[in-house]
């Protein structure tokens, strides 16, 4: 789905026959040609890379991506796989992979589940299904617990509104209850704050954020940031921040990965192989705009090798 400025479009030549032989050529033998792998897989679309690997399995009886497994390590195999998995498959893994295991990656739900559409979301919900034969929301409720809980599963149920128009007069109605649900009262009605977050449209939201500055000096941020704690405060600031500039949401969710001591290379990849079909060359403008340097140069001087070479093709 394109809903901004991609960085990855179909190829204009594209022939499936001809790529799934170049990679087999690019993997015979002794060594392996990474070169033509990332000219070849980092140029085309999920939909393309699919057919890839449907050609590579009709005409040589392989798997393409136990091929590339047994080719790469690290985080080049890693990126490969991110891209060769169709993308709700992908998501639903990743999603997973948060509540899987020791401890829950709170903040990996957050930037996956807070970004999403309607249409993203029931096809992740979809791809989970069908993976792991139990429901997202089942899921997502089973590992997270109390306001958190309730803003997850209110996200994963996919009903944003949608459209452009703006009912000023509604905006202002929601701002006044946002307001009495939170600083206007003594204490704070989260159920309020979790439906009208997640239920709004972004330009609904949007100008329910400017109501409710015009109407209390205070941003709706600060206001959330005042009233929650913990990751239900992380994830309502995230979905305001989505509504109101989601590429700059993921410029800074990219350039936190790569910050501090060492490169969070998971997020990363995620966010980069995500964002490269819907609007990827916005983030870049959006990352120029605040770190004042460009995405591909803060990519280059933190990571190395084909890993490397392969973050910058889809770049």
């Given at each position: 789905?394109?809903?901004?400025?991609?960085?990855?479009?179909?190829?204009?030549y594209?022939?499936?026959?001809?790529?799934?032989?170049?990679?087999?050529?690019?993997?015979?033998?002794?060594?392996t040609?990474?070169?033509?792998?990332i000219?070849?897989?980092?140029?085309?679309?999920?939909?393309?890379?699919?057919?890839?690997?449907?050609e590579?399995?009709?005409?040589y009886?392989?798997?393409?991506?136990?091929r590339?497994?047994?080719?790469?390590?690290?985080?080049?195999?890693?990126?490969?796989?991110?891209?060769?998995?169709p993308?709700?498959?992908?998501?639903?893994?990743e999603?997973?992979?948060?509540?899987q295991?020791?401890?829950?990656?709170e903040?990996?739900?957050?930037e996956?589940?807070?970004?999403?559409?309607?249409?993203?979301m029931e096809?992740?919900?979809e791809?989970?299904?069908?993976?792991?034969?139990?429901?997202?929301e089942?899921?997502?409720?089973?590992?997270t617990?109390?306001?958190?809980?309730?803003?997850?599963?209110?996200?994963?149920q996919g009903?944003?509104?949608?459209?452009?128009?703006?009912?000023?007069?509604?905006?202002?109605?929601?701002a006044?209850?946002?307001?009495?649900?939170?600083?206007?009262?003594?204490?704070?009605?989260?159920?309020?704050?979790?439906?009208?977050?997640?239920?709004?449209?972004?330009?609904?939201?949007?100008?329910?954020?400017?109501?409710?500055?015009?109407?209390?000096?205070?941003?709706?941020?600060?206001?959330?940031?005042?009233?929650?704690?913990?990751?239900?405060?992380?994830g309502?600031c995230?979905v305001?921040?989505?509504?109101?500039?989601?590429?700059?949401?993921?410029a800074?969710?990219?350039?936190k990965?790569?910050?501090?001591?060492?490169t969070?290379?998971?997020?990363?990849?995620?966010?980069?192989?995500?964002r490269?079909?819907?609007?990827?060359?916005?983030?870049?403008?959006?990352?120029?705009?605040?770190?004042?340097?460009?995405l591909?140069?803060?990519?280059?001087?933190?990571?190395?090798?084909?890993?490397?070479?392969?973050?910058?093709?889809?770049?």
């Amino acid at each position: 789905m394109v809903r901004g400025t991609p960085t990855v479009l179909p190829y204009e030549y594209f022939n499936p026959a001809e790529d799934a032989e170049a990679l087999k050529d690019a993997m015979k033998g002794f060594g392996t040609d990474e070169d033509v792998i990332i000219s070849i897989i980092g140029r085309r679309t999920n939909r393309q890379r699919q057919q890839i690997a449907e050609e590579y399995k009709s005409s040589y009886g392989d798997d393409l991506i136990d091929r590339l497994k047994s080719e790469v390590r690290g985080d080049f195999e890693n990126v490969l796989m991110a891209l060769m998995t169709p993308t709700k498959n992908y998501m639903a893994t990743e999603v997973r992979e948060a509540i899987q295991g020791l401890g829950t990656d709170e903040d990996a739900l957050i930037e996956i589940l807070a970004g999403c559409c309607n249409e993203e979301m029931e096809e992740i919900a979809e791809a989970y299904q069908n993976l792991y034969d139990t429901s997202l929301e089942d899921a997502v409720a089973s590992d997270t617990s109390g306001d958190f809980r309730n803003l997850l599963v209110a996200l994963v149920q996919g009903s944003r509104k949608e459209g452009h128009f703006v009912d000023e007069d509604a905006a202002r109605a929601d701002a006044i209850t946002l307001y009495e649900a939170g600083e206007g009262s003594w204490g704070t009605d989260e159920s309020d704050f979790i439906k009208i977050m997640c239920r709004s449209s972004y330009p609904h939201l949007n100008e329910v954020q400017r109501q409710y500055k015009e109407m209390t000096g205070n941003s709706l941020k600060k206001a959330v940031e005042k009233e929650f704690s913990g990751h239900i405060q992380k994830g309502l600031c995230a979905v305001l921040a989505c509504a109101k500039n989601e590429q700059k949401y993921y410029a800074e969710r990219i350039y936190k990965s790569m910050s501090g001591f060492g490169t969070r290379e998971k997020p990363l990849i995620r966010m980069i192989v995500s964002r490269s079909e819907i609007d990827l060359g916005d983030v870049k403008q959006e990352f120029m705009k605040k770190y004042e340097k460009s995405l591909e140069e803060a990519v280059e001087n933190d990571t190395s090798g084909d890993f490397r070479r392969m973050l910058l093709v889809l770049l």
